[in-house]
Nanobody, 124 residues
């Protein structure tokens, strides 16, 4: 069974930075269909950054140039580096994976495994 646990959230002022981590058990990050999503109060879930089905990094429109996705060399952790944070970045942040992906394919990702989330609050 796959478990994903996010950490690193917190409260920062506008312009600040945070680094979120996602630790996996029962799964090894392989940069196929792994990503970060967020949901602000009263809004739908939004894709932030991900490695898609062809290992291409896809960005949400509002984070390009400010956020970076990476994983560590032992592939047990996924990271989201967030810089120049703005109040509109306030949300619960989740990592998610499509555990069936081990090779490139054209079929879009189906994110079936999700963590519980970590809260990011940015004040102006």
């Amino acid at each position: 069974q796959i478990q994903l646990v996010e950490s690193g959230g917190g409260s920062v002022q506008a312009g600040g930075s945070l680094r979120l981590s996602c630790a996996a058990s029962g799964y090894t990050f392989n940069r196929y269909c792994v990503g970060w999503f967020r949901q602000a109060p009263g809004k739908g879930r939004e894709a932030v950054l991900s490695f898609d089905q062809l290992r291409t990094i896809t960005y949400g429109d509002s984070v390009k140039g400010r956020f970076t996705i990476s994983q560590d060399t032992d592939k047990e952790n996924l990271y989201l580096e967030m810089n120049s944070l703005q109040p509109e970045d306030t949300a619960m942040y989740y990592c998610a994976v499509d555990p069936s992906r081990r090779a490139p394919m054209l079929r879009k990702c189906d994110y079936k495994s999700w963590g519980q989330g970590t809260q990011v609050t940015v004040s102006s």
